[in-house]
């Protein structure tokens, strides 16, 4: 008896320390929110395959640069790009200091909610809302304003902070591909110095691997202390054929994978899956309307018409938000 | 005696075991081509007292940028600039492309030799030069004539590829950085492509750790194909008051230490001691007349007059090339 229960509990051993790290393995599905689909088994087939030593399509680490779009393909963009949210709360925290905002456009249409109006202004009035909220003080400075906004403001229709709505199987996506040796940047049409706060904390991405559009900066000694001020002038607008311009500029390497939600991307998306060996292209398509938003072709936010057509003739990996993943935010978990 | 024998042979492994360690540590100074003195005593207190869990200087990594000037920092920058002999080996190359420079300033110049000329064309000329061989190509291209050019052009003096001029203390130092954690980038004057090409293997520096100045590319499809050609037209210049600029465009953090060896890098120096926490600023000074060059204030490549000022004022170190270290170029060993 004692023999046998010795025996027994040997044998019992024996097979929970063989099928331990099965049983850990099969638990933990780095990629646990998407639900098991062709663009599921595409991201899974792409990391298998440039990681495999000796494999065909084998990529050292060093190669290994992976760019994502921020807004609607890390976070969601809707009502509007939540940057322009800030710049709309900005210029209402400052009108007590600009009287002369009152009658003037687009000003006045920010401080009275006249969305109509505000439209109205055009590119050339969301460059000067901009460009008031982005400009004229110290690079310091507007780092603190953004990460108090970030802290305070609450996105309208969910009631929570901007950071709360980033995509959770995004989140999986990034944090496998850098497992497996990936570097992941952000390439945003979106401010540098606007994202930058918020990167490392929320997406693990430092700031020296976020790309984006950014004003001009100038270095002066105030009080022998040396600052950088914000003007208000452009230096690169990362959007569109600026993103391979910007991935060139900044990381002089060419991606092996790219991941965007709409015609911005385009040319990111060009310029990757180009490159020689193994390429991977995503696009994010927003179906959801329940959970998150439904819209493509017509947005005027996030517009997806070229390169939905494009992603088809070039084989990139389309998402269907509302079938691919079984939860959009970390907090419905 | 066989016991006696024995206890001997365990006594003496025990003691090779325990000094084993020792030996091997004492052996391997990451920094043997450094002299012990205040130099390399100062970055070794500095590693130190930023690695140090639990000590008041403490820096976690994602904090431990620090930055590097390129040319006279990291490599010699004489009789001039490497980019420069650079871009006269190219108009040379495509002067048979060019009948017109034959009579036009600054290329009738570089093609008959005659410096003077070349120097009396100032900045105006130099661009031209640059223009003319830096631009109208796609990236690709540039990359491969760099990397053509690097493999087959030498120095005038060391009739050795540009290259093997790096400095052996100064890839010690890069290297026993990296060992700690820290994070290294060089921000440099020169051409961020022009680079790019051999950072990686020569000081273990990736691309999208190298900032530099630039012209402006510009995205196209060339039969399907997507291609970035470099247009002849400045982007940015890293330079100066510029260096900070880029750092804050191109990392977004600012660094805890900087390494420079002329007036191009008191802005950088300045910006990255003046932040909180313990900092570190260190300065080359050329002078070693024979192993390498001795010049400062009236040196027209690599000035160093301010910058060596306000190194005594502001605590930075000043490293005296011919007394600090003991050999300059790896190929000396």
Same mark, same amino acid.
């Given at each position: 008896?004692?023999i046998?229960?010795?025996?027994?509990?040997f044998?019992?051993?024996?097979?929970?320390?063989?099928?331990?790290?099965?049983?850990?393995r099969?638990?933990?599905d780095p990629?646990a929110?998407?639900n098991?689909?062709t663009?599921?088994q595409?991201?899974?087939?792409?990391?298998?395959?440039?990681?495999e030593?000796g494999?065909t399509?084998?990529?050292?680490?060093?190669?290994?640069i992976?760019?994502?779009?921020?807004?609607?393909?890390?976070?969601?963009?809707?009502?509007?790009y939540?940057?322009l949210l800030?710049?709309?709360?900005?210029?209402k925290?400052?009108?007590?200091?600009?009287?002369e905002w009152?009658?003037?456009?687009?000003?006045?249409?920010?401080?009275?909610?006249?969305?109509?109006a505000?439209a109205a202004?055009?590119?050339k009035g969301?460059?000067?809302?901009?460009?008031?909220?982005?400009a004229?003080?110290? *690079? $310091?400075?507007f780092? %603190?304003i953004?990460?108090?906004? &970030? !802290?305070?403001?609450?996105?309208?229709? /969910? #009631?929570?902070p901007? *950071? $709360?709505?980033?995509? %959770?199987?995004?989140l999986?996506? &990034? !944090?496998?591909?850098r497992?497996?040796? /990936? #570097?992941?940047?952000?390439?945003?049409g979106g401010?540098?110095?606007?994202m930058?706060?918020?990167?490392?904390?929320i997406?693990?991405?430092?700031p020296?691997?976020?790309?984006?559009?950014?004003?001009k900066?100038?270095?002066?000694?105030r009080d022998g202390?040396?600052?950088?001020?914000?003007?208000?002038?452009?230096?690169?607008i990362?959007?569109?054929?600026g993103?391979?311009?910007?991935?060139?500029k900044?990381?002089?390497?060419?991606?092996i994978?790219?991941?965007?939600?709409?015609?911005?991307d385009?040319?990111?998306?060009?310029?990757t899956?180009?490159g020689?060996?193994?390429?991977?292209?995503l696009?994010?398509?927003?179906t959801d309307?329940?959970?998150?938003?439904?819209y493509?072709?017509?947005?005027h936010?996030?517009?997806?018409?070229?390169?939905?057509d494009?992603?088809q003739a070039?084989?990139?990996?389309?998402?269907?938000?509302?079938k691919?993943?079984?939860?959009?935010y970390?907090?419905?978990k």
């Amino acid at each position: 008896m004692n023999i046998i229960h010795k025996r027994f509990t040997f044998t019992f051993c024996l097979i929970m320390i063989l099928i331990a790290p099965i049983h850990a393995r099969a638990g933990s599905d780095p990629l646990a929110s998407w639900n098991d689909g062709t663009a599921k088994q595409a991201i899974v087939a792409f990391v298998a395959a440039v990681t495999e030593k000796g494999g065909t399509d084998y990529m050292p680490p060093a190669e290994r640069i992976v760019v994502f779009d921020n807004d609607g393909t890390l976070w969601s963009e809707k009502p509007a790009y939540f940057q322009l949210l800030f710049a709309i709360d900005r210029v209402k925290a400052l009108a007590p200091q600009h009287p002369e905002w009152k009658t003037q456009q687009p000003f006045k249409a920010v401080l009275e909610n006249d969305i109509k109006a505000l439209a109205a202004s055009g590119e050339k009035g969301l460059i000067q809302l901009v460009m008031a909220s982005h400009a004229g003080m110290t *690079t $310091d400075e507007f780092e %603190q304003i953004v990460t108090d906004w &970030l !802290a305070t403001a609450r996105h309208p229709k /969910f #009631k929570r902070p901007y *950071t $709360d709505l980033v995509f %959770q199987p995004m989140l999986e996506l &990034l !944090a496998h591909l850098r497992a497996n040796g /990936f #570097k992941t940047f952000i390439v945003s049409g979106g401010g540098i110095e606007f994202m930058r706060p918020f990167t490392e904390k929320i997406y693990g991405i430092p700031p020296e691997q976020v790309i984006g559009s950014s004003i001009k900066t100038k270095f002066e000694l105030r009080d022998g202390k040396p600052v950088l001020v914000r003007l208000p002038e452009i230096f690169f607008i990362d959007d569109k054929a600026g993103k391979p311009v910007g991935i060139q500029k900044f990381i002089g390497r060419r991606p092996i994978a790219a991941f965007g939600n709409s015609d911005g991307d385009l040319q990111m998306l060009q310029w990757t899956t180009a490159g020689k060996g193994k390429r991977f292209g995503l696009i994010v398509h927003h179906t959801d309307s329940k959970r998150e938003w439904a819209y493509d072709c017509k947005s005027h936010v996030g517009r997806l018409s070229k390169a939905l057509d494009q992603a088809q003739a070039e084989g990139w990996v389309v998402v269907d938000m509302k079938k691919d993943w079984k939860v959009i935010y970390p907090f419905e978990k």
